[in-house]
Nanobody, 125 residues
Framework: QVQLVESGGGLVQAGGSLRLSCAAS????????MGWFRQGPGKEREFVAG????????VYADSVKGRFSISRDNAKNTVYLQMFSLKPEDTAVYYC??????????????????WGQGTQVTVSS
């Protein structure tokens, strides 16, 4: 069982930055692709970014390309989401997820086996 704990959310003004962290409890973290998803008010959960096991491949939703950056530190069992130029529409609960699927970094939530509890990000205009 992999436990994921997100942190780093908060309230920020439009144009500001935040860095989210997700700490994993298991050593198998290095064998898992990781992803970030978000769910805004009244919206369905959507993919934000994903990263392969060793960090060599990253994928992003079009809505965050050029503004968000995903990275990981396998020595610390932690994945990060650096967010720049935040917009009010980025307001959501952000979740990290781990995938043991051989597919690797993927946008499909169905490929992720473990999920964190989420951290709130609120961007004011």
């Amino acid at each position: 069982q992999v436990q994921l704990v997100e942190s780093g959310g908060g309230l920020v003004q439009a144009g500001g930055s935040l860095r989210l962290s997700c700490a994993a409890s298991e050593r198998t973290f290095s064998n898992s692709a990781m992803g970030w998803f978000r769910q805004g008010p009244g919206k369905e959960r959507e993919f934000v970014a994903g990263i392969s096991r060793r960090g060599g491949t990253a994928v992003y939703a079009d809505s965050v390309k050029g503004r968000f950056s995903i990275s990981r530190d396998n020595a610390k069992n932690t994945v990060y989401l650096q967010m720049f130029s935040l917009k009010p529409e980025d307001t959501a609960v952000y979740y990290c997820a781990a995938s043991t699927s051989p597919v690797g970094a993927t946008m499909s939530p169905a490929q992720y086996d473990y999920w964190g509890q989420g951290t709130q990000v609120t961007v004011s205009s």
